[in-house]
């Protein structure tokens, strides 16, 4: 028995040994990564400040070397912009102000989390004394973990703390004075009809309202069987809506509701869209509205170009269904990897409004304007690159090196057409079954279209069945008329009336 247990060991230890050396290969090719992007970044600096570009820019025209250093990593990494972003500007911290950290994590004593944590710890210190502080610091560090201790960060930032004390005492006032400019709130779309709340507080406010959405929790009796944390999130909108004991509030909820669905009739349920929070059943809308004392409904029609205004084509300022019918359809700053809300970005043509005569080129229709935030907005406009967006809202971007990057619309509008889409080609797939049997999908008897009508979207396959029915019919042999009661139920009937009838009620 001692045997294998020895063998068994030996084997352990072994692999506990190859383990450590992959960690200390990955914190090697991290650092080498930084060093690389530190590079780039300088190489977009010296473009910028050379005067490299053909064409001489007015001030307001040059583009951040920052941000072009950020978006050629999208390019070639699967980055987000956030991410592209911490990656710059670590590289340049290490780099130019934190060498000994840098040279650490080169030798693979450190990885690169920690490096970030010692970085930031530092962020403030006078750089007279900048070097030694970091130097001790990491020595510390490093002493720490090879001596067998594995500190958190608490613990970490602790440590570095009492090193800053000793030679920059003002450097830690700084740093929490910096620290209050991060108080704030953000709310984020999740998945499966969840979202996000995230609050930065001063410690004494987080205390205060950790306390009360305790108290309140306390007061859920009924709901004892959850978590505490299901509780907690009770309590809170408990306090935003200031119900009392006996279920009302100081504040009714009115929600502002979006249902996208087709004219007349939908083919399935439609769906319903809470802005900035995302997609929810209509099941749990009308439990929502019961308990509410109203709602603004908000009702968007998902066809191609249907907000589209023939008297706002030749005007550089689209209305405001327009406007909000390409905010729903890409959902976010449509540039690669950046996920800032649409509802927060700028409407940007495409192809550039031509101020002088609006006939010749750049309309204000959906086809022709998308969805940037401000910083990639200006950086579409003056970087050069080439950008070419499909019918269905695909963005193809081609940078000057020949790099293809394509982002795809995330909104409501734009996932409800590829739902539509997707059930059109089962009903296409289906319908040729029947028509032509024993012929494989795609075969030229049964593919009808033309080059100027080839976009694979629902409406172009709706219309392709709807020629096809009209050929059957012909030959007589016209689908049997579908029976009453297995027709699809009119939108109004299916949201409107009901919640008709619930509005009422306030």
Not at 175 to 183: I, Q, V
Not at 291 to 306: K, Q
Not at 361 to 384: D, V
Request: overall charge neutral; proline content about 6%; charged content about 30%.
């Amino acid at each position: 028995m001692q045997g294998s247990s020895g063998i068994g060991g030996s084997v352990i230890a072994d692999l506990s040994a190859a383990s450590r050396a992959a960690w200390e290969a990955d914190n090697r090719a991290d650092a080498a990564r930084l060093k690389a992007c530190y590079a780039l970044y300088r190489e977009c600096v010296h473009e910028e400040a050379s005067g490299a570009r053909d064409d001489v820019r007015p001030g307001y025209a040059v583009v951040d070397p920052f941000e072009v250093c950020c978006t050629h990593l999208i390019a070639v990494f699967p980055l987000s912009s956030g991410r592209a972003a911490t990656m710059v500007s670590l590289s340049v911290d290490l780099t130019e102000r934190y060498p000994a950290v840098l040279a650490a994590l080169a030798a693979g004593r450190l990885d690169q989390r920690a490096a970030e944590l010692l970085a930031r710890q530092m962020r403030t210190v006078d750089p007279a004394v900048l070097s030694r502080v970091q130097q001790e610091a990491v020595d510390a560090y490093l002493a720490a973990i090879e001596a067998g201790e594995r500190p958190g960060e608490g613990a970490v930032r602790g440590m570095v703390d009492e090193i800053i004390a000793r030679h920059d005492a003002d450097g830690i006032r700084q740093r929490r004075e910096d620290a209050s400019r991060d108080r704030g709130v953000t709310v984020s779309r999740g998945a499966d009809g969840m979202s996000t709340v995230w609050a930065t507080l001063a410690s004494d406010e987080a205390a205060v309202l950790a306390e009360k959405l305790d108290q309140r929790a306390e007061e859920f009796a009924d709901l004892a069987h959850y978590s505490l944390a299901e509780r907690r999130a009770d309590a809170l909108m408990s306090l935003v809506l200031g119900q009392r004991g006996d279920g009302s509030s100081d504040s009714p909820l009115r929600p502002r509701v979006t249902v996208i669905a087709g004219p007349g009739t939908a083919d399935g349920e439609p769906v319903v869209q809470f802005p900035r929070t995302g997609d929810s059943s209509i099941r749990a809308l009308l439990a929502l509205l019961g308990s509410s004392a109203g709602a603004t409904l908000e009702r968007v029609d998902p066809t191609m170009g249907a907000a589209d205004d023939p008297e706002h084509a030749q005007k550089y300022r689209p209305g405001a269904a327009l406007a909000r019918a390409i905010r729903l359809r890409d959902g976010t700053c449509r540039h690669p990897g950046c996920t800032r809300d649409a509802e927060y970005g700028d409407l940007d043509h495409l192809v550039p409004f031509n101020h002088d005569d609006p006939a010749r080129g750049g309309p204000t229709l959906e086809r022709n304007n998308l969805i940037f935030c401000r910083r990639h907005h200006r950086f579409k406009t003056f970087s050069g690159w080439d950008y070419r967006m499909a019918p269905d809202g695909t963005l193809t971007i081609t940078t000057p090196d020949g790099k293809t990057v394509v982002t795809r619309p995330s909104g409501p509008v734009a996932a409800y057409r590829r739902e539509q889409a997707r059930a059109e080609q089962a009903k296409w797939d289906a319908q040729q079954k029947r028509t032509h049997p024993g012929v494989p999908a795609g075969h030229p008897t049964t593919d009808h279209r033309t080059d100027d009508a080839a976009t694979p979207t629902y409406w172009h396959r709706r219309a392709q069945r709807v020629r096809a029915e009209r050929r059957a019919a012909k030959r007589g042999r016209a689908r049997p008329a579908t029976p009453p009661d297995s027709r699809k139920v009119p939108l109004e009937s299916q949201v409107e009336k009901r919640l008709a009838a619930l509005l009422q009620k306030s």
